[in-house]
Protein backbone atom coordinates (compact mmCIF):
# COMPACT_ATOMS: atom_id res chain seq x y z
CA UNK A 1 0.00 0.00 0.00
CA UNK A 2 1.58 3.53 -1.07
CA UNK A 3 1.84 6.11 1.79
CA UNK A 4 0.16 9.06 0.83
CA UNK A 5 1.86 11.68 -0.56
CA UNK A 6 2.42 14.41 1.84
CA UNK A 7 1.84 12.18 5.27
CA UNK A 8 4.15 13.32 8.27
CA UNK A 9 6.04 15.02 5.71
CA UNK A 10 7.55 17.36 8.59
CA UNK A 11 8.11 14.29 10.73
CA UNK A 12 10.91 11.32 10.67
CA UNK A 13 9.09 8.42 12.98
CA UNK A 14 10.93 6.19 15.30
CA UNK A 15 10.40 2.72 14.30
CA UNK A 16 11.87 -0.34 14.46
CA UNK A 17 12.53 -0.35 10.52
CA UNK A 18 13.90 3.17 10.60
CA UNK A 19 16.22 2.09 13.79
CA UNK A 20 17.34 -0.84 11.38
CA UNK A 21 18.26 1.25 8.78
CA UNK A 22 20.25 3.88 10.51
CA UNK A 23 22.26 1.39 12.45
CA UNK A 24 22.78 -0.94 9.18
CA UNK A 25 26.07 0.59 8.16
CA UNK A 26 27.12 1.48 11.70
CA UNK A 27 27.10 -2.27 12.25
CA UNK A 28 28.39 -3.46 9.09
CA UNK A 29 31.38 -1.07 9.49
CA UNK A 30 32.29 -2.42 12.69
CA UNK A 31 32.14 -5.76 11.03
CA UNK A 32 34.30 -4.63 8.22
CA UNK A 33 37.22 -4.05 10.82
CA UNK A 34 37.69 -7.81 11.08
CA UNK A 35 37.40 -8.72 7.61
CA UNK A 36 40.89 -9.05 4.38
CA UNK A 37 43.60 -10.45 3.22
CA UNK A 38 45.67 -9.60 6.59
CA UNK A 39 43.88 -11.30 9.51
CA UNK A 40 44.23 -9.91 12.61
CA UNK A 41 42.05 -10.46 15.81
CA UNK A 42 39.18 -8.75 17.80
CA UNK A 43 41.24 -8.14 20.75
CA UNK A 44 44.32 -6.76 18.48
CA UNK A 45 41.89 -4.40 16.64
CA UNK A 46 40.55 -2.84 19.73
CA UNK A 47 43.78 -2.04 21.02
CA UNK A 48 44.62 -0.61 18.28
CA UNK A 49 41.76 1.32 17.66
CA UNK A 50 42.27 2.71 21.46
CA UNK A 51 45.99 3.17 21.37
CA UNK A 52 45.47 7.10 20.38
CA UNK A 53 43.05 7.55 23.34
CA UNK A 54 44.92 5.31 25.50
CA UNK A 55 49.10 5.31 26.51
CA UNK A 56 49.09 1.33 26.71
CA UNK A 57 52.23 -1.10 26.26
CA UNK A 58 52.03 -1.89 22.21
CA UNK A 59 51.60 -5.46 21.81
CA UNK A 60 51.22 -5.02 18.25
CA UNK A 61 53.19 -4.15 15.22
CA UNK A 62 53.65 -0.91 12.85
CA UNK A 63 51.50 -3.00 10.26
CA UNK A 64 48.96 -3.86 11.88
CA UNK A 65 48.30 -0.41 12.87
CA UNK A 66 48.94 0.84 9.23
CA UNK A 67 46.16 -1.70 8.15
CA UNK A 68 43.80 -0.20 10.54
CA UNK A 69 44.53 3.20 10.57
CA UNK A 70 45.62 3.89 6.31
CA UNK A 71 43.62 0.71 4.73
CA UNK A 72 40.75 -0.44 6.18
CA UNK A 73 39.27 2.91 8.51
CA UNK A 74 39.60 4.99 5.38
CA UNK A 75 37.83 2.16 3.12
CA UNK A 76 35.00 1.71 5.35
CA UNK A 77 34.53 5.80 5.88
CA UNK A 78 34.68 6.14 2.16
CA UNK A 79 32.10 3.37 1.44
CA UNK A 80 29.57 4.71 3.99
CA UNK A 81 30.30 8.39 2.57
CA UNK A 82 30.07 7.55 -1.23
CA UNK A 83 27.71 5.20 -1.17
CA UNK A 84 24.83 7.46 1.14
CA UNK A 85 26.03 10.34 -1.21
CA UNK A 86 24.99 8.74 -4.41
CA UNK A 87 21.91 6.86 -3.34
CA UNK A 88 20.91 10.66 -1.92
CA UNK A 89 21.65 11.67 -5.32
CA UNK A 90 19.91 8.99 -7.13
CA UNK A 91 16.58 9.64 -5.17
CA UNK A 92 17.00 13.45 -5.94
CA UNK A 93 16.73 12.99 -9.37
CA UNK A 94 14.63 10.34 -9.30
CA UNK A 95 12.01 12.72 -7.78
CA UNK A 96 12.74 15.64 -9.34
CA UNK A 97 12.75 14.18 -13.03
CA UNK A 98 9.45 12.20 -11.83
CA UNK A 99 11.40 9.09 -13.15
CA UNK A 100 11.95 5.69 -11.46
CA UNK A 101 14.27 5.01 -14.10
CA UNK A 102 16.66 8.35 -13.56
CA UNK A 103 19.98 7.56 -11.91
CA UNK A 104 22.76 10.28 -10.51
CA UNK A 105 25.07 9.71 -14.12
CA UNK A 106 21.84 10.83 -15.91
CA UNK A 107 23.29 14.26 -17.00
CA UNK A 108 26.30 12.58 -18.11
CA UNK A 109 28.92 13.38 -14.89
CA UNK A 110 30.09 9.88 -14.43
CA UNK A 111 31.37 9.89 -18.25
CA UNK A 112 32.67 13.14 -17.76
CA UNK A 113 35.32 12.28 -14.92
CA UNK A 114 35.87 9.51 -16.24
CA UNK A 115 37.16 11.22 -19.51
CA UNK A 116 39.04 13.57 -16.49
CA UNK A 117 40.66 10.59 -14.92
CA UNK A 118 41.55 8.64 -18.17
CA UNK A 119 43.28 11.77 -19.43
CA UNK A 120 45.16 12.27 -16.19
CA UNK A 121 46.31 9.28 -15.97
CA UNK A 122 47.27 9.09 -19.51
CA UNK A 123 49.06 12.16 -18.81
CA UNK A 124 51.13 10.46 -15.60
CA UNK A 125 49.85 12.68 -13.35
CA UNK A 126 49.73 12.20 -9.51
CA UNK A 127 47.07 10.87 -7.80
CA UNK A 128 45.77 14.12 -6.23
CA UNK A 129 45.41 15.55 -9.79
CA UNK A 130 43.85 12.52 -11.26
CA UNK A 131 41.07 12.99 -8.78
CA UNK A 132 41.01 16.84 -9.54
CA UNK A 133 40.63 16.18 -13.21
CA UNK A 134 37.75 13.78 -12.59
CA UNK A 135 36.10 16.15 -10.85
CA UNK A 136 36.57 19.05 -12.87
CA UNK A 137 35.66 16.81 -16.26
CA UNK A 138 32.34 15.43 -13.97
CA UNK A 139 31.05 18.95 -13.08
CA UNK A 140 31.74 20.49 -17.12
CA UNK A 141 29.93 17.81 -18.45
CA UNK A 142 26.97 18.37 -16.29
CA UNK A 143 27.46 22.64 -16.68
CA UNK A 144 27.46 21.70 -20.53
CA UNK A 145 24.29 19.67 -20.70
CA UNK A 146 22.35 23.01 -18.62
CA UNK A 147 23.76 25.36 -21.33
CA UNK A 148 23.14 23.01 -23.64
CA UNK A 149 19.22 22.50 -22.41
CA UNK A 150 19.06 26.24 -22.00
CA UNK A 151 19.73 26.83 -25.94
CA UNK A 152 16.85 24.42 -26.83
CA UNK A 153 13.90 25.77 -26.20
CA UNK A 154 11.37 23.21 -25.27
CA UNK A 155 10.23 20.82 -22.10
CA UNK A 156 12.64 21.59 -20.00
CA UNK A 157 13.14 18.53 -17.72
CA UNK A 158 12.92 16.28 -21.35
CA UNK A 159 15.50 19.00 -22.37
CA UNK A 160 17.60 18.68 -19.87
CA UNK A 161 17.54 14.84 -19.80
CA UNK A 162 18.32 14.63 -23.69
CA UNK A 163 21.38 17.10 -23.07
CA UNK A 164 22.62 14.82 -20.59
CA UNK A 165 22.77 11.83 -22.41
CA UNK A 166 24.20 14.20 -25.57
CA UNK A 167 27.29 15.01 -23.12
CA UNK A 168 27.10 11.43 -21.88
CA UNK A 169 27.70 9.95 -25.38
CA UNK A 170 30.18 12.26 -26.14
CA UNK A 171 32.21 11.71 -22.69
CA UNK A 172 32.22 7.86 -23.36
CA UNK A 173 33.53 8.46 -27.04
CA UNK A 174 36.12 10.92 -25.69
CA UNK A 175 37.15 7.94 -23.23
CA UNK A 176 37.38 5.51 -26.27
CA UNK A 177 39.66 7.38 -27.57
CA UNK A 178 41.87 7.84 -24.66
CA UNK A 179 41.66 4.09 -24.53
CA UNK A 180 42.98 3.77 -28.18
CA UNK A 181 45.90 5.99 -27.93
CA UNK A 182 46.90 4.40 -24.56
CA UNK A 183 49.97 2.19 -23.69
CA UNK A 184 48.65 -1.18 -23.92
CA UNK A 185 50.40 -2.26 -21.43
CA UNK A 186 50.79 0.25 -18.83
CA UNK A 187 48.34 3.02 -19.20
CA UNK A 188 45.61 1.43 -20.76
CA UNK A 189 45.26 -1.32 -18.00
CA UNK A 190 45.71 1.83 -15.50
CA UNK A 191 42.38 3.37 -17.12
CA UNK A 192 40.75 0.36 -17.15
CA UNK A 193 41.10 -0.52 -13.36
CA UNK A 194 40.32 2.97 -12.34
CA UNK A 195 36.71 2.61 -14.46
CA UNK A 196 35.63 0.00 -12.95
CA UNK A 197 35.65 1.63 -9.48
CA UNK A 198 37.37 0.61 -6.28
CA UNK A 199 37.95 1.95 -2.80
CA UNK A 200 41.55 0.36 -2.64
CA UNK A 201 43.94 3.56 -2.87
CA UNK A 202 41.34 5.73 -0.76
CA UNK A 203 43.20 7.80 1.74
CA UNK A 204 41.92 9.66 5.04
CA UNK A 205 43.05 12.80 2.92
CA UNK A 206 40.77 11.83 0.25
CA UNK A 207 38.01 11.59 3.33
CA UNK A 208 38.80 14.95 4.78
CA UNK A 209 38.49 16.37 1.26
CA UNK A 210 35.09 14.24 0.57
CA UNK A 211 33.35 15.34 4.02
CA UNK A 212 32.46 19.11 2.98
CA UNK A 213 31.92 17.93 -0.79
CA UNK A 214 29.32 15.29 0.38
CA UNK A 215 27.78 15.81 3.81
CA UNK A 216 26.72 19.35 3.58
CA UNK A 217 24.70 18.45 0.42
CA UNK A 218 23.44 15.29 1.94
CA UNK A 219 21.86 17.20 5.18
CA UNK A 220 20.45 19.91 2.78
CA UNK A 221 18.51 17.08 1.18
CA UNK A 222 17.48 15.67 3.85
CA UNK A 223 16.04 19.27 5.45
CA UNK A 224 14.19 20.21 2.03
CA UNK A 225 13.18 16.56 1.18
CA UNK A 226 10.12 17.35 1.96
CA UNK A 227 9.20 19.64 -0.93
CA UNK A 228 10.87 17.20 -3.33
CA UNK A 229 7.12 15.77 -2.63
CA UNK A 230 5.78 18.64 -4.96
CA UNK A 231 7.98 18.14 -7.73
CA UNK A 232 5.80 15.12 -8.32
CA UNK A 233 2.49 17.05 -8.97
CA UNK A 234 4.36 19.06 -11.79
CA UNK A 235 6.38 22.44 -11.39
CA UNK A 236 3.15 24.32 -11.91
CA UNK A 237 1.23 22.58 -8.59
CA UNK A 238 4.86 22.96 -6.95
CA UNK A 239 4.91 26.47 -8.08
CA UNK A 240 1.41 27.59 -6.30
CA UNK A 241 2.73 26.44 -3.03
CA UNK A 242 5.24 28.47 -2.79
CA UNK A 243 7.86 27.08 -4.58
CA UNK A 244 10.35 28.09 -6.44
CA UNK A 245 10.58 25.59 -8.84
CA UNK A 246 13.41 26.79 -11.48
CA UNK A 247 15.75 27.76 -8.51
CA UNK A 248 15.75 24.66 -6.68
CA UNK A 249 15.72 22.80 -9.21
CA UNK A 250 19.21 23.37 -10.08
CA UNK A 251 19.94 24.05 -6.88
CA UNK A 252 19.57 20.44 -6.58
CA UNK A 253 21.00 19.39 -9.65
CA UNK A 254 24.09 21.19 -8.43
CA UNK A 255 24.23 19.77 -5.15
CA UNK A 256 23.53 15.91 -6.61
CA UNK A 257 26.50 16.91 -9.30
CA UNK A 258 28.92 18.02 -6.39
CA UNK A 259 28.09 14.73 -4.88
CA UNK A 260 28.57 12.27 -7.46
CA UNK A 261 31.59 13.86 -9.11
CA UNK A 262 33.08 13.93 -6.33
CA UNK A 263 32.72 10.40 -5.30
CA UNK A 264 33.16 9.50 -8.63
CA UNK A 265 36.74 11.51 -9.12
CA UNK A 266 38.07 9.07 -5.86
CA UNK A 267 36.63 5.60 -6.32
CA UNK A 268 35.96 5.22 -10.08
CA UNK A 269 32.92 4.67 -12.03
CA UNK A 270 30.71 3.14 -9.33
CA UNK A 271 27.25 2.23 -11.14
CA UNK A 272 23.13 1.16 -9.79
CA UNK A 273 23.38 2.40 -6.28
CA UNK A 274 21.56 5.87 -6.88
CA UNK A 275 19.29 3.74 -9.14
CA UNK A 276 18.49 0.86 -6.98
CA UNK A 277 18.94 1.96 -3.50
CA UNK A 278 15.93 4.77 -3.80
CA UNK A 279 13.91 1.81 -5.11
CA UNK A 280 14.81 -0.44 -2.08
CA UNK A 281 14.11 2.36 0.40
CA UNK A 282 10.32 3.18 -1.18
CA UNK A 283 9.91 -0.25 -0.54
CA UNK A 284 10.65 0.08 2.96
CA UNK A 285 9.27 3.20 4.36
CA UNK A 286 6.79 4.35 0.99
CA UNK A 287 7.95 7.12 -1.75
CA UNK A 288 7.91 10.46 0.94
CA UNK A 289 11.29 12.06 0.36
CA UNK A 290 11.44 13.40 3.86
CA UNK A 291 11.74 9.74 5.04
CA UNK A 292 13.50 8.48 1.82
CA UNK A 293 16.50 10.66 1.35
CA UNK A 294 17.47 10.02 5.04
CA UNK A 295 16.79 6.46 4.57
CA UNK A 296 18.37 6.06 1.24
CA UNK A 297 21.63 7.25 2.45
CA UNK A 298 21.87 5.18 5.31
CA UNK A 299 20.87 2.09 2.78
CA UNK A 300 23.15 3.00 0.08
CA UNK A 301 26.25 3.21 2.70
CA UNK A 302 25.26 -0.13 4.56
CA UNK A 303 25.12 -1.95 0.66
CA UNK A 304 28.44 -0.54 -0.31
CA UNK A 305 29.81 -1.29 3.03
CA UNK A 306 28.83 -4.33 1.94
CA UNK A 307 29.62 -4.77 -1.67
CA UNK A 308 33.51 -3.75 -0.31
CA UNK A 309 33.72 -6.18 1.81
CA UNK A 310 32.70 -8.84 -1.10
CA UNK A 311 35.06 -7.26 -3.11
CA UNK A 312 38.30 -7.76 -1.28
CA UNK A 313 37.51 -10.73 0.04
CA UNK A 314 35.93 -13.03 -1.99
CA UNK A 315 38.94 -13.73 -3.98
CA UNK A 316 43.00 -12.93 -3.75
CA UNK A 317 42.61 -10.24 -5.83
CA UNK A 318 40.20 -7.24 -5.26
CA UNK A 319 37.31 -7.43 -7.10
CA UNK A 320 36.39 -4.06 -8.91
CA UNK A 321 33.55 -2.66 -7.45
CA UNK A 322 31.29 -1.32 -10.16
CA UNK A 323 31.63 -5.07 -11.36
CA UNK A 324 29.48 -6.26 -7.90
CA UNK A 325 27.31 -3.36 -8.07
CA UNK A 326 26.12 -4.45 -11.45
CA UNK A 327 25.77 -8.23 -10.92
CA UNK A 328 23.77 -7.60 -7.73
CA UNK A 329 21.55 -4.29 -8.88
CA UNK A 330 20.58 -5.72 -12.16
CA UNK A 331 19.03 -8.56 -11.02
CA UNK A 332 17.35 -6.84 -8.02
CA UNK A 333 15.71 -4.30 -10.41
CA UNK A 334 14.52 -6.52 -12.99
CA UNK A 335 12.42 -8.20 -9.47
CA UNK A 336 10.98 -4.36 -8.93
CA UNK A 337 10.38 -3.83 -12.37
CA UNK A 338 8.28 -7.45 -12.71
CA UNK A 339 6.81 -6.23 -9.65
CA UNK A 340 6.32 -3.06 -10.64
CA UNK A 341 6.61 -1.72 -7.51
CA UNK A 342 9.09 1.30 -7.98
CA UNK A 343 6.66 4.07 -5.75
CA UNK A 344 4.53 5.42 -8.61
CA UNK A 345 1.77 5.06 -9.44
Known sequence: MAVPLFKKISHFPISLEIGLIVLSPFILAGFSMFFGQYFLDPITIFKILLSPFLHTQQTWTDAQANVIFNIRIPRIIGAFLIGGGLSVAGAVYQSLFRNPMVSPDILGVSSGAGFGAAIAILCSLPVLMIEGSAFFFGLASVGFAVTLAKIYKGESILVLVLSGIIMGSLFTSLISLVKYVADPTAKLPAITYWLMGSLSAVSMSDIFLAIPFILPGVVYCMVIGWRLNAFS?????????????????????????????????????????????????????????????????????????????????????????????????????????????????
Do not use: Q
Open 233 to 345: LGDEEAGSLGIDTTRMKYILIFISTLITAYSVSICGIIGWIGLVIPHLGRMLIGPDNARLIPASFFLGAAYLILIDNIARNATSAEIPLGILTAIVGVPFFAYIMAKRDVGWT
